[in-house]
């Protein structure tokens, strides 16, 4: 059963029944006024609803509802507590008149005017009334308050003696529903009072009696289905025998034969059935206790364990009694004792465990780590545990960590390198290019033609040597530097990477057309780096054409953003289109077309790193085509 | 009239020492240039002490530090200066080789006064240092000697 949707229902029913009793209430005060037998009592037996009951009705179901939610505010809470008390005090001074023998308070002022009620009808609140109001208005004035017991008493004690009166009109019984030859309680009264006892009890469905019939455990299953019987058989068989007996239908000693038979039968069946639930109930714990892979204990606080699973036996190859008739701490590994004892004395005293984690010694003699999840119940001096077995686990979390110690430490080499990289091989390409220029300059008359073109040569390839270990640190440096990803406007990206490679088409004239793009979800100073690359690319490779032509365009394709780069250049074989991301792999001569084969694998990795994909076709003389599929910007929606 | 005030520079490869020397001659400054080959040097020039004991006194217009240097890197060397209450306002550029993100970062929080990259073109270097030399020698106004 769902404990929340039980709750919600109980404490719906709690404010309609708060809301029925007002109403029940306000028209017996009508009937009073309209002189309507009806509306005052019902019409039975001549007794109705006292017009100071009902203005006590009115006030406890007014209370009811101010706080029927759950937790109630607290200017709620007064005026229901003020409310429960003017309750209190109504029923208080009836009975106080009673037994000072004279008319006080309500009934006096109530309806003076009408003391004798028409018809006849007695009008003056019974005896049990007013104590069932005082208990009534007990209850409701300490709802959400600490003495939980009294007012679940209070509330059970207003409904036992509603019970009682409509059990008295059931028999048709007078002594039963009226106190000592007193007034009775008025049918309409006796109903409201069994309604509002009941909805106290359900507007709290956490509290006390409530909470032991909604909750999902085995008793409150048993106690649901057992109860409505252990209240039917009884009332049923009171109201058959006096009625049998007066018919003639048996005498009183068949009856009583027939009465007790039914009511053993009726006794046991309902106990038979609630054994069966109840072992339904336990057999289906039973089952997942058993089937559970993790390892299941109760163990009490004397250091041994009251039971296990089997998991424990598959696990460590102990029995159950091994287990069990020893203490535990016998299992531990020697170095874990103290921080076992030390985690299983902090349960004791109440404590949940979560993630301890020890060895236990299996029957082989090895070692398993075990990891403890557990909660204790110090009143029941028991704790239950779920042990897993991590031991793999910790043994693959060792070995990543092995592994990243590595990682960072080639980094680390890494980082040493490029370091050295762009210090130390930087200096001697300087002085290379730095004598070679002063040669010329202060030596070029001596040195002839020849040996000038030489140098020229020299200069030529120490240059480009300083670009290539320009390319291949921004290359590794691509690689390690952190992501920060954000939205990315792609039209402002591409126009400014666009602005910055134009200048190398040197006056050339070159059509480009760039459609508005969608945002993506990237790092924007390394995709500004990816458009640099195509564009740069596409610029060159159409350097001998007469109309030259760069195209950009982009669309959402599923869950990606596809942007496509389309030149009119030389284009390339797609024979060979596996190469054209490696580094260093080149398509063309460096004499037709300068490069050093960094630029597209610099594109790939950049995109890589943003979870995408580029590829290219191409058909030789025909042009050029990059698409670059990366990730839409979060809150961009599918097309 | 005052002498002009002279620069320093630190550099322990000869090559590079002799285009830098190169490049300051043909940019037309006449400050005189004193030269050591590693961070111990720089120290004891800028304290007249050891082998400098005997230089005319007064501080270089600049230090022109090399990031790589025996003994004593340029980082040592930068903590040395700008950690010495007498020395502090020397004003030191680093003069280096590299662009490495952790060396630029770790002089300016040192107090470095300026982090110039040497190009690897000969032209470029030679005007690097034409303009770094200009700018301290002539249109920077030294701090006053202490």
Redesign the interface.
Request: glycine fraction near 0%; proline fraction near 5%.
């Given at each position: 059963m769902d404990e929340d949707r039980t709750a919600v229902r109980l404490r719906g029913f709690a404010g309609v029944a708060g809301a029925v009793v007002v109403a029940l209430a306000v028209l017996a005060l009508a009937g009073w006024w309209l002189h309507s037998a009806v509306l005052m009592g019902w019409g039975r037996s001549g007794v109705a609803m006292n017009p100071a009951t009902s203005l006590a009705l009115v006030l406890a179901g007014a209370a009811l509802l101010a706080v029927r939610r759950e937790p109630a505010g607290p200017r709620a809470r007064g005026a229901a507590e003020t409310l429960a008390v003017l309750v209190v005090l109504l029923g208080l001074i009836r009975i106080l008149g009673y037994s000072l023998g004279v008319d006080v308070g309500p009934d006096a002022w109530a309806a003076g005017a009408r003391a004798a009620g028409p018809g006849g009808m007695v009008n003056r609140m019974a005896p049990n009334t007013a104590i069932a109001l005082a208990a009534l208005g007990t209850s409701v004035a300490l709802l959400d308050g600490r003495w939980a017991r009294t007012q679940q008493a209070a509330a059970l004690f207003t409904m036992l003696v509603a019970i009682t009166a409509l059990a008295g009109y059931a028999y048709r019984g007078n002594a039963l529903y009226g106190v000592r030859g007193f007034i009775p309680m008025a049918l309409n009264t006796a109903v409201a009072l069994l309604l509002l006892g009941a909805a106290v009890l359900a507007a709290r469905p956490g509290r006390g009696v409530t909470r032991l019939l909604v909750s999902p455990e085995a008793g409150s299953a048993v106690a649901r289905r057992v109860l409505p019987w252990a209240i039917a058989v009884p009332m049923f068989v009171g109201w058959l025998m006096p009625r049998g007996l007066r018919s003639g239908w048996f005498d009183i000693s068949l009856g009583t034969a027939l009465i007790v038979t039914l009511t053993v039968v009726a006794l046991v069946s309902v106990i038979w059935w609630a054994a069966r639930v109840v072992d339904q109930m336990s057999s289906e714990r039973r089952r997942f206790f058993d089937l559970s892979r993790d390892l299941l204990v109760v163990a009490g606080f004397d250091g041994k364990f009251l039971d296990v699973n089997p998991a424990w036996e598959r696990a460590l190859g102990w029995t159950r009694e091994e287990l069990t008739s020893r203490p535990f701490s016998e299992f531990v590994h020697p170095d874990d004792l103290t921080a076992t004892s030390q985690e299983y004395a902090a349960a004791n005293q109440g404590r949940d465990v979560t993630r301890f984690v020890n060895r236990y010694r299996t029957r082989a003699g090895e070692y398993r780590w075990l990891e403890w999840s557990a909660s204790v119940a110090v009143a029941d001096r028991a704790q239950y545990a779920v042990a897993r077995d991590v031991t793999e686990l910790r043994e693959i979390e060792r070995e990543l960590h092995e592994r990243v110690a590595q990682l960072h430490e080639t980094n680390q080499e890494l980082e040493a390198f490029s370091y050295s990289v762009s210090h130390d091989l930087r200096a001697p390409l300087r002085h290379m290019t730095g004598f070679a220029d002063l040669l010329v300059a202060r030596c070029g008359e001596q040195l002839g033609d020849e040996g000038r073109r030489w140098l020229a040569i020299i200069q030529d390839a120490t240059r480009r040597m300083g670009a290539l270990i320009d390319d291949l640190l921004n290359f590794s440096r691509i690689g390690r530097s952190a992501l920060t990803m954000k939205e990315v406007d792609l039209t402002t990206v591409v126009s400014e990477a666009w602005s910055n490679v134009r200048p190398e088409a040197n006056g050339r004239e070159v059509r480009f057309d760039l459609e508005p793009l969608p945002a993506v979800s990237g790092d924007p100073a390394l995709l500004r780096v990816v458009f640099d690359n195509l564009l740069h690319n596409a610029l060159k490779y159409t350097g001998g054409r007469s109309a030259a032509h760069i195209e950009v365009r982009g669309c959402r394709q599923n869950d990606d953003v596809v942007i496509t780069v389309t030149d009119n250049g030389v284009g390339f074989d797609m024979r060979h289109a596996h190469k054209l991301f490696g580094v260093f792999q080149r398509l063309h001569g460096s004499d037709q077309f300068e490069g050093n084969g960094i630029g597209l694998a610099t594109v790939r990795r950049v995109v890589a790193r943003h979870g995408g994909r580029v590829w290219a076709e191409a058909e030789p003389d025909r042009g050029a085509t990059f698409h670059l599929a990366l990730k839409p910007a979060a809150g961009a929606t599918s097309a | 009239m005052k002498a002009l005030r002279r620069i320093l520079i630190a550099e322990d490869?000869a090559?590079?020492l002799e285009?830098t020397i190169?490049a300051l001659r043909q940019s037309r400054l006449v400050n005189p240039v004193d030269t050591v080959r590693d961070g111990v040097e720089v120290v004891d020039y800028l304290l007249r002490r050891g082998p400098w004991a005997d230089r005319p006194p007064g501080d270089p217009v600049v230090v022109l530090l090399d990031?790589?240097m025996p003994r004593m890197d340029g980082i040592e060397v930068l903590r040395a200066v700008k950690g010495d209450e007498r020395l502090r306002r020397i004003p030191v550029v680093m003069l280096?080789?590299?662009?490495?993100e952790t060396d630029l970062v770790r002089s300016y929080e040192l107090g470095v006064n300026a982090y110039v990259v040497?190009?690897?073109?000969?032209?470029e270097?030679l005007s690097a240092v034409r303009e770094l030399g200009t700018f301290w020698a002539l249109l920077n106004e030294s701090p006053p000697e202490s």
């Open positions: - | 490869n090559a590079d285009l190169e990031l790589k280096t080789s590299s662009r490495q040497k190009p690897v073109a000969f032209d270097f």
